[in-house]
């Protein structure tokens, strides 16, 4: 089975900068849409960015187009988001997700199969 681990949140302060990851235990780093997904308290999960493992563009929310990066790295097994330009709004749980089977068409929670327990994000 695939697991995800989160690491990387933290207290942040207002326009600062943090880096998260999403370590994926797997032999073979298969074919997946990996995703970022946050829920703020009170609030629904919503979807950050995804990004298909072998390649091809990735997709963002609007919240997190031009200050959100999604990345990945084959050799580690690993996923990143790396947020800049951070805002109290974007406080929340940060989840990592990954979608088996099917491609990577959007950032739609039922889509996704596979959750992280996920890493807290606190903008002040």
């Known amino acids: 089975d695939v697991q995800l681990v989160e690491s990387g949140g933290g207290p942040v302060q207002d326009g600062g900068s943090l880096k998260l990851s999403c370590a994926i235990s797997?032999?073979?780093?298969?074919?997946?849409?990996m995703a970022w997904f946050r829920q703020a308290p009170g609030e629904e999960r919503e979807g950050v960015a995804a990004?298909?493992?072998?390649?091809?563009?990735?997709l963002y929310a609007e919240s997190a187009a031009g200050r959100f990066e999604i990345s990945q790295d084959n050799v580690k097994n690993t996923v990143y988001l790396q947020m800049t330009s951070l805002k109290p709004e974007d406080t929340g749980m940060y989840y990592c997700?990954?979608?088996?089977?099917?491609?990577?068409?959007?950032?739609?929670?039922?889509?996704?199969?596979?959750w992280g327990q996920g890493t807290q994000v606190t903008v002040s």
């Open positions: 997700a990954a979608r088996i089977g099917g491609g990577c068409s959007g950032i739609q929670l039922p889509l996704f199969d596979v």
């Open positions: 797997r032999a073979t780093f298969s074919s997946y849409c």
């Open positions: 990004i298909y493992t072998t390649g091809g563009g990735a």
